[in-house]
C-alpha cells in the first residue's frame, strides 16, 4: 500500500537558519504530494503542492520539488522564521480510483528560536 | 468565511460513556472525512462521505466507533462505549468534489481524553 516517511523531529533551528524536511513515499501509479502545516492548537491546512514530477510547489518562502526518481518531496525553507514552529506533514494522494484518500506521514515537529 | 467547526473541542469522560463529536463542514463542500490524530500512529482516516453517503468506513477502528451525515452541513462520529485508548484528537475536514484539488480543510479538532 502507498506510505510516506518523513524525517523524524523535532527539529529546531535558530532564526534565519535553513530548513530542510525529508519525505519520502511508496505508491502506486502517479500520485499528488503535499505539504501540510499544523499551529499550535489548530487544524492542518494545505502549505503547497505537486501534481506531476518535476513539478515545484511553493508558498510562504517554502518550496518542494517532486522528484520521481528518488520519490522524494523535501521541504525546503532559505530563512525560517519564529512563526514557522508548527507541525509539518508530508501526503500523497493516489491517482485513480481512490483519489479522495490522503496518505499521512507522522509529521515532523519544528521549533524556531528567536 | 466559516471554516469547519468541531465541537466538543475538549472532551474528558470516562471510560465506558458514550461520546459524540460534531462537525458542521464548509458550506458547497460535498467530501467530508474523519481523522484521529494520535502521538503512535499519526493521522488515520476514520472514514469519508461523499455527498452525505459513507464511501469508505475501512478506517473505524470496531463496532464501537459509527459515524452519520443526515445532512450536507453535519456529521456526527459517535463512540459507545469508550475506552482509554480512544483517547486522541479527532479531526473533521472538508472538500469539494472528492478532494480533486488535493486540499483538505480542517477543523481546530475535538481532543477526547477517556479516563
Known amino acids: 500500500g502507498n506510505s510516506v516517511t518523513q524525517m523524524e523531529g523535532p527539529v529546531t533551528l535558530s532564526e534565519e537558519a535553513f530548513l530542510t524536511i525529508n519525505c519520502t513515499y511508496t505508491?502506486?501509479?502517479?500520485?499528488?504530494l503535499f505539504w501540510y502545516v499544523q499551529y499550535p492548537g489548530e487544524g492542518l491546512q494545505l502549505l503547497l503542492k505537486a501534481t506531476k514530477a518535476d513539478d515545484k510547489g511553493s508558498n510562504k518562502g517554502f518550496e518542494a520539488t517532486y522528484r520521481k526518481e528518488t520519490t522524494s518531496f523535501h521541504l525546503e525553507k532559505g530563512s525560517v522564521q519564529v512563526s514557522d514552529s508548527a507541525v509539518y506533514f508530508c501526503?500523497?494522494?493516489?491517482?485513480?480510483?481512490?483519489?479522495?484518500?490522503?496518505?499521512f506521514g507522522k509529521g515532523t515537529l519544528l521549533t524556531v528560536n528567536p | 468565511d466559516a471554516g469547519v467547526i468541531q465541537s466538543p473541542r475538549h472532551e474528558v469522560t470516562e471510560m465506558g460513556q458514550e461520546v459524540t463529536l460534531r462537525c458542521k463542514p464548509i458550506?458547497?463542500?460535498?467530501?467530508l472525512f474523519w481523522y484521529r490524530q494520535t502521538m503512535m500512529r499519526g493521522l488515520e482516516l476514520l472514514i469519508y462521505f461523499n455527498n452525505n453517503v459513507p464511501i469508505d468506513d475501512s478506517g473505524m477502528p470496531e463496532d464501537r466507533f459509527s459515524a452519520k451525515m443526515p445532512n450536507a452541513s453535519f456529521s456526527t462520529l459517535k463512540i459507545q462505549p469508550s475506552e482509554p485508548r480512544d483517547s486522541a484528537v479527532y479531526f473533521c475536514?472538508?472538500?469539494?468534489?472528492?478532494?480533486?484539488?488535493?486540499?483538505?480543510?480542517f477543523g481546530e479538532g475535538s481532543r477526547l481524553t477517556v479516563l
Open positions: 458550506s458547497g463542500h460535498n467530501s
Open positions: 501526503a500523497l494522494r493516489e491517482s485513480g480510483g481512490s483519489n479522495y484518500k490522503l496518505t
Open positions: 505508491a502506486t501509479g502517479y500520485p499528488s
Open positions: 475536514a472538508s472538500a469539494t468534489s472528492g478532494l480533486n484539488t488535493g486540499e483538505l480543510f
